[in-house]
């Protein structure tokens, strides 16, 4: 039974599969910067711009516009075929952005009880430094 048929129509449909998540993730990105700029503006137009819970805000958005590009640029690197390695920094650098987006917005005052506000710090500690580990290995031995 001859397979090349079927298995070369599965590779383009990938291929177009994976090339509309990127345009997808553009268009996200697109929204993102938008409502920032409108957040933004309307912050400025208020005269809240510099309340530090409105800048904390602020800075997630644009974490997450950041989480958003890594992503992104996971997708163009498994598309382009590249190194392997190339798709692993993409994905523990968008790992890093959002933990670090985490800690940034992190407020005990969202957690039921003391214990569990330190359970939760304790866990994006150490996701932080078995990501940049990883992000070390593949660094160093990833070539």
């Known amino acids: ?3 090349d048929a079927p298995v070369a129509y599965s590779k ?7 090339l509309v998540a990127a345009y997808l993730l553009v268009g996200l ?3 993102g910067l938008i409502d920032f700029g409108v957040l933004a503006l309307n912050l400025v137009r208020e ?26 640029q996971t997708v163009i690197a498994y598309v382009e075929s590249e190194a392997e390695v190339q798709v692993v920094r993409a994905v523990v650098y968008a790992g890093i ?3 670090v987006r985490k800690a940034i917005t992190f407020q005990t005052d969202a957690f039921p009880t003391y214990d569990a506000a330190v359970t939760a710090a304790v866990a994006y500690t150490l996701l932080l430094v ?3 580990f990883t992000l070390f290995v593949s660094g160093r031995y990833g070539r």
């Open 130 to 132: 078995g990501l940049a």
């Open 1 to 3: 039974m001859d397979f």
């Open 12 to 18: 383009l449909v990938m291929h177009a599969a994976e």
């Open 97 to 99: 952005i959002a933990i």
């Open 29 to 31: 990105f697109v929204v």
């Open 47 to 72: 005269g809240r711009i510099t309340d530090p819970r409105t800048l904390i805000e602020l800075l997630d958005i644009v974490l997450l516009l950041f989480i958003v590009a890594e992503i992104y």
